[in-house]
């Protein structure tokens, strides 16, 4: 990615089926944490330029990061909503949250917050890095914001496919 010479192979995706496939396809990796994974808001219908391999790409690694976070039991919701052209994926955890000093640094490359809680849980630093790069390609944005309750909400949000209109 970082030499330009990645690209993407980009088609029409259903995002809704895109999202319940990430959930499926990442549902032992959080059985082994305990954590249940829930899908809350659906946008159906909801068509996004993208490259599917990739964004399955991004979605596993929001959901194994929430999974690995979580407290043992705990849920991690799964949301899609959409407004102004634009649709918004959401993965939300009830974990410790992200350390104040490490916000600013959460998408760089090998950044993990120093810490033996994070050494613990293993990785490599790179995911977030990879996924905003990859977001970004597809014209999107990535971003987090604190949970209320406590835990934090990992989101991308890109644009809607424009539907050609149907002949008559
Ligand atoms: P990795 O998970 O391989 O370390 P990432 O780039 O995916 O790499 O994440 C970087 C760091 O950001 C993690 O090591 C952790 O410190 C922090 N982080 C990511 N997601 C979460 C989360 N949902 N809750 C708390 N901290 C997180």
Redesign the pocket.
């Known amino acids: 990615i970082e030499s330009g010479k990645f690209t993407l192979q980009p088609e029409s995706v259903l995002l809704n089926e895109l999202v319940k496939d990430s959930m499926v396809l990442n549902r032992a990796f959080a059985d082994r944490f305990g954590v249940e994974l829930q899908l809350r808001d659906e946008a159906p219908d909801t068509t996004v330029n993208a490259d599917r391999k990739r964004l399955l790409q991004v979605m596993t690694?929001?959901i194994?990061?929430?999974a690995?976070?979580?407290p043992k039991g705990g849920r991690v919701d799964v949301g899609i909503a959409q407004s102004d052209g634009m649709v918004t994926v959401t993965?939300e955890?009830r974990?410790?949250?992200?350390?104040a000093e490490?916000r600013s640094r959460?998408?760089s490359r090998?950044?993990?917050?120093?810490?033996a809680?994070?050494r613990q849980?293993?990785?490599?630093?790179?995911?977030?890095?990879?996924?905003k790069r990859l977001i970004e390609l597809m014209d999107g944005s990535v971003g987090?914001r604190d949970r209320p309750g406590g835990?934090?909400v990992?989101f991308f949000e890109l644009p809607l496919l424009q539907q050609p209109a149907t002949a008559s």
């Open positions: 690694n929001l194994s990061n929430a690995k976070f979580s993965v955890d974990g410790p949250g992200i350390p490490f959460i998408f090998f950044a993990q917050a120093d810490s809680y994070t849980k293993g990785g490599t630093g790179l995911g977030l890095a990879i996924c987090f835990g934090t990992f």
